[in-house]
């Protein structure tokens, strides 16, 4: 999974959260505007409010920690992926020079076995007319004998 995918992900996951946070304020504030139009003055709706919005800060605070739990995560993902590519482009000058050395001992060698490939023919060829002059030296002297 590269480094966009996981902020594309974590980015839809961080716009979901902060939705889901609209919403259930909006829901509280709304219930508690109900609440108001019925009878403010009771202490139980005032107590119900007021644990509704230390609720909807508690929220609130969760919601800013994971987003900065995000933003964290995504900076060491992106610190990480600089590192790599940094390491990269140290070792890639290096694997090219060896690329071209044994480019340069292949080319060498070929050029050695061409070389010696008309060596080996000529030798070769040589021998088959010594052999053949052995051979009718030879069949010339059995047949002297017969």
Do not use: C
């Not at 709304?30 to 230390?54: E, P």
């Not at 900065?68 to 995504?74: S, Y």
């Amino acid at each position: 999974m590269n480094l966009q995918e996981i902020i594309k992900r974590d980015k839809i996951s961080l716009i979901i959260t902060i939705i889901a946070g609209i919403i259930s304020m909006i829901l509280s504030i709304y219930s508690g505007v109900l609440y108001n139009k019925s009878d403010i003055t009771d202490n139980n709706l005032i107590d119900n409010q007021i644990q509704t919005l230390n609720s909807m800060s508690k929220n609130l605070k969760e919601m800013l920690d994971f987003i900065e739990i995000q933003k964290k995560n995504i900076t060491d993902e992106q610190l990480l992926l600089e590192n790599i590519q940094q390491q990269r482009k140290e070792l890639e000058p290096l694997l090219n020079t060896d690329k071209q050395i044994v480019e340069a001992i292949l080319t060498a060698q070929n050029k050695y076995e061409k070389k010696n490939i008309w060596i080996e023919r000529a030798i070769a060829f040589f021998l088959g007319i010594a052999s053949s002059m052995i051979g009718t030296l030879l069949y010339n002297r059995f047949k002297k004998n017969k």
